[in-house]
């Protein structure tokens, strides 16, 4: 059973930086794309269907980015650490929300908005952003 755990959330001011880390249990578990979704306060009770991508890495590494975060968020991967990480500066209140990482597609293009959380075989359990 392969576990992605996310760490790095936490509360900030506009304006600030947080780096977000996605560490998988089993080595070579980060392919087929990689993602990150967010869901917003106020969406809990839309499911998964309130849980909107963020960024994702496809197989050949090229990467996506919503247009709310691009410029702001990076994403990258360490195959060596089985680590996925999500760079975010310049964070704004409505970057507020629980962010969730995946990895491992089936089925639909990889690109931040194609991707679908129920698509990913491994699924993170969340990690905070406050922006305020």
């Known amino acids: 059973h392969v576990q992605l755990v996310e760490s790095g959330g936490g509360s900030v001011p506009p304006g600030g930086s947080l780096r977000l880390s996605c560490i998988v249990s089993?080595?070579?578990?980060?392919?087929?794309?990689v993602g990150w979704f967010r869901q917003a306060p106020g969406k809990e009770r839309e499911g998964i269907a309130g849980r909107e991508g963020v960024a994702a890495i496809d197989s050949d590494g090229g990467t996506s980015y919503a247009d709310s975060v691009k410029g702001r968020f990076t994403i990258s991967q360490d195959n060596a650490k089985n680590t996925l990480y999500l760079q975010m500066n310049s964070l704004k209140p409505e970057d507020t929300a629980m962010y969730y990482c995946?990895?491992?597609?089936?089925?639909?293009?990889?690109?931040?908005?194609?991707?679908?959380?129920?698509?990913?075989?491994?699924r993170g359990q969340g990690t905070q952003v406050t922006v305020s």
């Open positions: 995946a990895s491992d597609l089936s089925g639909i293009p990889c690109h931040w908005s194609t991707i679908r959380w129920e698509k990913f075989n491994y």
């Open positions: 089993r080595y070579g578990s980060l392919r087929n794309c």
